[in-house]
């Protein structure tokens, strides 16, 4: 059975800084595209970023220039560094992995809420 665990998120100033985690057990991540979603109050849950197994990465353009994914396959973990938040960042942040084609793909963990607020 796959899980995910996120973990790093809190509340921050705008203009600050957090790093996301996102630890698999389960199954070796290594061989799977990974990427970071997000759900704020009243919306639909977005993508933010992915990454390949070979570290090609995707950006939303809400996001593109602050936020970086990166994975290490050795720890089975992947990351989200944010900087520059901003308050319209404020939401859930969720990891996604799997086998497949195309996003989302199967497995989801529980979140990590995010505030981003003076």
């Known amino acids: 059975q796959v899980q995910l665990v996120e973990s790093g998120g809190g509340l921050v100033q705008p203009g600050g800084s957090l790093r996301l985690s996102c630890a698999a057990t389960?199954?070796?991540?290594?061989?799977?595209?990974m990427g970071w979603y997000r759900q704020a109050p009243g919306k639909q849950r977005e993508s933010v970023a992915r990454?390949?197994?070979?570290?090609?990465?995707n950006y939303a353009d809400s996001v593109k220039g602050r936020f970086t994914i990166s994975r290490d396959n050795a720890k089975n973990t992947m990351y989200l560094q944010m900087n520059s938040l901003k308050p319209e960042d404020t939401a859930v942040y969720y990891c996604?992995?799997?086998?497949?084609?195309?996003?989302?793909?199967?497995?989801w963990g529980q979140g990590t809420q995010v505030t981003v607020s003076s």
């Open positions: 389960g199954s070796s991540v290594s061989i799977w595209s």
């Open positions: 996604n992995a799997g086998p497949g084609s195309s996003f989302p793909r199967p497995y």
């Open positions: 990454i390949t197994t070979g570290g090609s990465t």
